[in-house]
């Protein structure tokens, strides 16, 4: 079973449009983060949940909206996609706050 | 607040030699330190950590790190390189204060030949 898992894998859509990246975890964890990487390779934190309630949100635009209905799982909604928000996503979870993190596998977005 | 370096784009390395991949931290109370390995359109993958305790750390697949408080530095190491760990490597950071991000360094291509 895969520890961390994202839908989708892939996912080209055009400007404007409202997307949604699932991520669920079943490793038992009570933390769980949304990261982005440019094309640069560049990994930027975007927000991170523990057991449900937003405890890091960066400064990304408010198009960028996270829902947690319970701690394993954390989706990650986008509206009006630019094409700036091409990029890989990756879901992570950790065992608490301060632990390692286990990364799915990324959710490529590419914005046309 | 919290930063990590790594000072090299790229490291080469021939196959059966030692590897050393760098990375310097800053961070205002006691750090907690990753290294983590992402191969192509991979996820990133866990090798080792460093919290508190002996400053060598032993992970995954043969790889290590030395944590040095003076010189804020927690360099990855390998005594003998294989083909098969070229990849990117991440160096993370994070605060051992509750609730701070874990940051990642630029990462680092280690391109070991045979």
């Known amino acids: 079973d895969t520890a961390v898992s994202q839908t989708p894998k892939y996912l080209v859509t055009q400007m404007g449009n409202d997307k949604s990246i699932k991520c669920e975890q079943n490793?038992?964890?009570?933390?769980m983060y949304w990261y982005k990487q440019d094309s640069k390779k560049f990994l930027k934190i975007m927000f991170s949940y523990n057991n449900k309630e937003l405890i890091i949100n960066e400064t990304v635009p408010n198009r960028f909206s996270p829902k947690s209905p319970d701690k394993a799982h954390l989706n990650l909604h986008i509206n009006s996609l630019e094409l700036g928000d091409s990029a890989v996503y990756f879901c992570a979870s950790s065992q608490e706050k301060r632990g390692e993190l286990f990364f799915g596998e990324g959710s490529r977005l590419t914005v046309l | 607040a919290q930063s990590v370096a790594q000072p090299e784009d790229q490291v080469n390395v021939a196959e059966g030699n030692p590897l050393t991949v760098k990375c310097t931290y800053s961070?205002?109370?006691?750090?907690?330190l990753f290294w983590y390995v992402q191969y192509p359109n991979r996820g990133l993958q866990f090798l080792l950590k460093y919290i508190t305790g002996d400053n060598l750390v032993k992970g995954s697949y043969g790889f290590e790190a030395e944590f040095n408080k003076s010189q804020t530095s927690f360099h990855l190491k390998k005594p003998s390189a294989l083909v098969s760990d070229s990849a990117l490597y991440f160096c993370?950071?994070?605060?051992?204060?509750?609730?701070?991000?874990?940051?990642f360094g630029k990462g680092t291509t280690l391109s070991v030949s045979s």
């Open positions: 490793l038992g964890h009570d933390t």
């Open positions: 961070v205002s109370g006691n750090p907690y």
């Open positions: 993370a950071v994070r605060d051992g204060q509750a609730g701070t991000a874990l940051i």
